[in-house]
Structures are given as C-alpha cells and as structure tokens.
C-alpha cells in the first residue's frame, strides 16, 4: 500500500468512526466503560462495515484480476 493509499484509508477509517460513534451516542445503552465501547463498536463493525467488505472481495471480476495480478 502506498503512502497516499494509507492516508486515504486513514481517512476513510476516521470518517467510518465518527459515523459509527455518532449511531452510539444516539442508542439508549450507554458506551462508558471498556467493555460496552468494544462490544458495541465489534456490533456496529460486523453490522455495517463487515458486509461491504465482503460484498467487494467477493466479486468475481476483482478476484480473477487479483489473481492475474499476482501471476
């Protein structure tokens, strides 16, 4: 990954958060100890970013260019 493709993710990844901590302030279970934030953020991860993630790798068009990448 290049320098500018990690700021870019970095940046993503921030945007990500505040979206993310922004749904937790508005939920009724407070998120003030450790154990509540890293519950609450794996939910929200596995809710909301997880399926993206997957949906894309799982495409077969960017799998065989992957694999003729690395060829």
Do not use: N
């Not at 894309?56 to 003729?68: G, W």
Request: with cysteine; proline share 6%.
């Amino acid at each position: 990954m290049t320098p500018a493709e990690q700021q870019e993710l970095l940046q993503c990844s921030q945007r990500i958060a505040e979206l993310l901590y922004q749904d937790a302030c508005e939920q009724e279970h407070p998120v003030s100890t450790l154990g509540a934030i890293e519950s609450t953020v794996r939910a929200q991860v596995q809710a909301h970013v997880t399926p993206v993630i997957g949906e894309f790798f799982a495409k077969p068009s960017r799998l065989q260019t992957r694999d003729t990448l690395a060829s």
